[in-house]
C-alpha cells in the first residue's frame, strides 16, 4: 500500500510557515502545503490534540488529502478565499489539475457555538486526477488510537466512520469507504473537470451519540457570508488595507469567541 510508503515521518520538516490557519472562532487547525491537516485541538483552543503531527510524526494524528502520489508534495499554488479563513490549494499533475478547499464552518447563527468540524471540499480544475485521503485520527496528543467503527447507515446514503477513544469521537461522512488499516482510514478516487466530493469530519463527546449529517455546499455558503460580513466592519482605507484585513482575520481565528481570550 503505497499509504504506509511515509507512514512514521514526513519526507521533510515540518516547518510552521508552511501550514495555514483555518478556524471556528473556538479552535482551529493547520493545514500543510501538501495538504495534511497535522494541528488540530479539539473541541476547543485548550483542548488535548486530535492531530499532533506537527510535533511529532503522522502516526500522531494526521489527515492528507492530496493527488495519490508516493511522496507528498506541495501544492502548486495556496490562498485564502477573499476575506476569509476558507483555504484552497492547487495540485497540478500529469493528468490534471485538483482543487481542494478546506475550512472550519462558522456558528449556525449569532450567539450559538459552532460545531468543531473540518469540511475539505475536492474539485476537478481540469482532466482527471486520482486523489487519496489518510484519516490517522489519534486523541490525546497522539497517545491513543481510536476503535473505529461503521454505524449502520441507509442504502445509497454518504458512508459514515465513528472513530471512539473514551469521551472523545471524531465522525467521518465522505461518499467514499475508507479502508480501516491500523486505526488509519484510506480512500482513493478520481476527480473529473467539473466534478467535486467533500469530506466532513466531526467532533462530538462520544456519549452524545452521531451529530447530524451537513450539507457541505450550505456550510461553504455560510462560513463564506461569516467572514465577509465580519471582515467588512473594518473601516481602514490605507496603502495597506489587504494586508491589515488579513492581519485582523488571522487574530480573529485565533480568538476564543466565547471570552475574547
Known amino acids: 500500500m503505497h499509504a504506509h510508503a511515509h507512514a512514521h515521518a514526513y519526507p521533510t520538516a515540518r516547518r510552521i510557515e508552511d501550514h495555514a490557519l483555518i478556524g471556528n472562532t ?3 487547525a493547520l493545514v500543510h502545503r501538501d ?3 497535522d494541528w488540530m485541538c479539539a473541541p476547543r483552543f485548550d483542548s488535548p490534540a486530535v492531530f499532533a503531527g506537527l510535533l511529532g510524526t503522522d502516526e500522531h494524528g494526521s489527515w492528507h488529502l492530496a493527488p495519490a502520489t508516493d511522496r507528498p508534495r506541495p501544492a502548486d499554488r495556496r490562498r485564502y478565499r477573499g476575506d476569509s479563513l476558507i483555504l484552497e490549494q492547487e495540485w497540478d499533475t500529469p493528468g ?8 472550519m464552518p ?11 468540524r473540518i469540511v475539505r471540499i475536492v474539485e476537478g480544475v481540469s482532466g482527471t486526477v486520482r486523489v487519496r ?9 497522539g497517545r491513543t488510537r481510536p476503535a473505529l467503527d461503521r454505524p449502520n447507515t441507509e442504502p445509497g446514503s454518504a458512508h459514515r466512520l465513528a472513530a471512539v477513544a473514551g469521551p472523545d469521537a471524531i465522525w467521518l461522512d465522505s ?3 475508507h479502508a480501516d488499516t491500523d486505526a488509519t482510514l484510506t480512500a482513493e478516487f478520481t476527480v473529473t473537470a467539473g466534478e467535486w466530493t467533500a469530506f466532513v469530519l466531526t467532533y462530538r463527546e462520544s456519549h452524545r451519540g452521531a451529530p447530524p449529517i451537513v450539507g457541505p455546499d450550505h456550510e461553504l455558503a455560510r462560513t463564506t457570508d461569516f467572514w465577509r460580513d465580519w471582515a467588512a466592519q473594518c473601516t481602514y482605507q490605507g496603502p495597506y488595507r489587504e494586508a491589515v484585513i488579513r492581519s485582523l482575520i488571522t487574530l480573529k481565528g485565533l480568538t476564543y469567541a466565547p471570552t475574547g481570550g
Not at 96 to 103: A, S
Not at 133 to 141: I, K, V
Open 96 to 103: 490534471g489539475t485538483v482543487r481542494v478547499t478546506d475550512f
Open 175 to 177: 461518499a467514499h469507504y
Open 133 to 141: 485521503s489518510t484519516l490517522r485520527p489519534r486523541f490525546g496528543y
Open 26 to 28: 473556538q479552535t482551529a
Open 35 to 37: 495538504g495534511t491537516v
Open 106 to 116: 462558522a456558528a449556525a447563527r449569532v450567539g450559538a457555538d459552532p460545531v468543531p
